[in-house]
């Protein structure tokens, strides 16, 4: 029993420390990223839906805005549009 149980133990803790250190690792290897802040951030009155939108223009060549809105519901993916500014 204990040459299965050792083994199946050892797996065991290994794959929770992975998932554990998931956000960790997703962490460090933004480090080197540089943090644009929107230049607008606002939320918008939807019954029943946290709803967030952020505006924001591209940092490459052509300047696009965008805008990208968040709802709070797991049925819900955000969504992103860009137009060239003018």
Same mark, same amino acid.
């Given at each position: 029993? &204990?040459?299965?149980? $050792?083994? /199946?133990?050892?797996?065991?803790?290994?794959?929770?420390? =992975?998932?554990?250190?998931? +956000? !960790?690792?997703? &962490?460090?290897?933004? $480090?080197? /990223?540089?943090?644009?802040?929107?230049?607008?951030?606002? =939320?918008?009155?939807?019954? +029943? !839906?946290?709803?967030?939108?952020?505006?924001?223009?591209?940092?490459?060549?052509?300047?696009?805005?965008?805008?990208?809105?968040?709802?709070?519901?797991?049925?819900?993916?955000?969504?992103?549009?860009?137009?060239?500014?003018?």
């Amino acid at each position: 029993m &204990s040459k299965i149980f $050792l083994p /199946l133990l050892f797996l065991f803790v290994i794959f929770t420390a =992975a998932v554990a250190t998931a +956000g !960790l690792w997703t &962490s460090l290897g933004s $480090l080197a /990223l540089k943090e644009v802040k929107p230049s607008k951030a606002y =939320a918008l009155d939807v019954l +029943g !839906l946290n709803v967030r939108v952020y505006e924001f223009d591209t940092q490459e060549q052509p300047v696009h805005h965008c805008i990208m809105i968040f709802t709070e519901s797991k049925y819900k993916a955000p969504v992103l549009q860009c137009w060239k500014k003018e």
